[in-house]
Structures are given as structure tokens and as C-alpha cells.
């Protein structure tokens, strides 16, 4: 006694063999197109042009791409998010490598993570990840927007970054967030600061608003800070005629005037021996 399960194909083998079993109509035509699709996907696929011929065909049946949807970007535009899909009018949701498209966008400058879902049947969901802008680098004539780490994101073309920190000269990057944390501990000096100058790798000037340099120590940048916060609130030192402030002695200070006020004390000293001649003698 034979299985349930083996029963039904034996009799219909059975069937074949007493010519009791007559193919259903058009049953020559079917197995002849299923033929002739066989051979067609297997050289296709010996061809390497497998994957179009599944594009071609499933984008024709309902899941060509016809929606995009780009979630997170600031920075980067959609038309280049769009550029590294590769799309064209006959792409199909199922054949279409969104691991190759995730890798594309996330070379672009502002992408730090990316990622490309599929959403049947027939949209793209692109999520992007950008990188956090920190600070403009000038390096000679060349300014770049840069991270906290250093890297650099993009050239410096406008925009929103012109509200960012400057950092000028060879190797600031590495050292500006320790030093534009220490500014930052003073709110009145952090508003007015403007550009970062790192001197010779080794120091920092401060650039003001009003046009003022600070001169800091190489050593002690926070004894220093904290000495320019006081003089400024009790003598308004940076609103005077001053084009620099040297405080890279730590026991001394020195001021450099502007050259309309250099010129104005050079007259004034002038004139004072002049003025002790005219002085009338005092009478006995």
C-alpha cells in the first residue's frame, strides 16, 4: 500500500502510459513560450544583461520609480541626491541596488550617513545624515567650511556658514574648539569676536568687530581672557583708540594706537613745550 502523498502521481503515470491522459489545449504553445523565456533569461544572464531584462520587465508591470522622497537634507540639494540614484524613466523598484545608491550619496561633501529604502511599489526613501558645520578655514587665499575634527566638508561659498567662527593660518583647526570654547566662557567677548589668527602654531590674536586685535600668551590664555573681559568692563578698553592689544607679557600691557590717534597724541606733545613758553612768568 502505497503513501497518500504518492498515490495521485502514480495513477497519473499510470494514465500516461495507457495513452488515458490527453494534454489540455494550447498546452504546446505554453511549454513552447516557456522554452523560449528560459533561454532568454539564461542568455541574458551568460550576457551579463539579466538585471536590465528584469528592469525592463518589472518596471513595465507597475513598479517603475515615479516617487522620491529625500528626509533630512540642509545642506545638500535634491538634485544631487537625485543625480546619485541613477534613476531613468523604466527603473524598477525591484531591481534597482539601493546598497550601490545608499554608497553613491554618502560621497557626497554634507553627507555623513545615508540610507535608501525601498517602498513598494514604486517610491525611493532617501534619509541623509549631514555633517555638523563648525567653522571657516582660511588657509592663504582658500576658505573651506570644516567640522569640529578638522575635516574639511566643503568650499566656503556663503550662505548660512558666513555666521560661523573664522579660523585663520596653518594648524588651527586642530587647536581652535579648545580655543573657541575659552572665548565662549565670556558671552560679551564671544558676540564680538570675528576671526581666530593662529600665529605662528604656536598662538592665537583675536580679531574684534570694531577692527581690534588681541594679542594673546601662547601660555595662559585664561588669565589673559579674564584680564580683557575686567578692562573692558571698567575702562571700555576695546572701544578706545586702539588698533591692537599686546598681552603676550604676562606682567604687561601694551597698546598700539590707530594711526588717527598716534597722529593726534604725536601733535599734541608737540604742542606742549610750545605751550609751556607761552605760560607768563609768575610776578614776585
Known sequence: ?????????????????????????????A?????????????????????????GVTARTGFAVDQI??????????????????????TSLIGFNAEDARERIASLPWVEQAAVRKIYPHTLEVRIDERQAFAIWQQGGKLSVIEKSGRIIAPYTGGKEAELPL?????????????????????ELASRVKGYIRVGERRWDLKFDNGVTVKLPEEGEDRAL??????EHDNGLLERDVAAVDMRIPDRLVLQLTPEAASAREAALKEKPKAVKRKPEART
Open 31 to 55: 511549454l513552447s513560450a516557456l522554452l523560449f523565456a528560459s533561454s532568454l533569461a539564461y542568455g541574458g544572464y551568460l550576457g551579463g544583461h539579466l538585471d536590465g531584462f528584469v528592469q
Open 69 to 90: 522622497k529625500v528626509v533630512g537634507n540642509r545642506q545638500t540639494s535634491e538634485i544631487d541626491v537625485l543625480d546619485k540614484l541613477e534613476l531613468d524613466g523604466w
Open 167 to 187: 579660523i585663520v593660518g596653518t594648524g588651527a583647526p586642530q587647536f581652535a574648539p579648545d580655543m573657541v570654547a575659552k572665548v565662549s566662557r565670556y558671552p
Open 226 to 231: 579674564a584680564a580683557l573681559v575686567r578692562m
Open 1 to 29: 500500500m502505497l503513501p497518500r502523498w504518492l498515490r495521485r502521481p502514480v495513477r497519473l503515470i499510470a494514465r500516461l502510459g495507457d495513452d488515458d491522459l490527453k494534454a489540455p489545449p494550447y498546452s504546446a504553445v
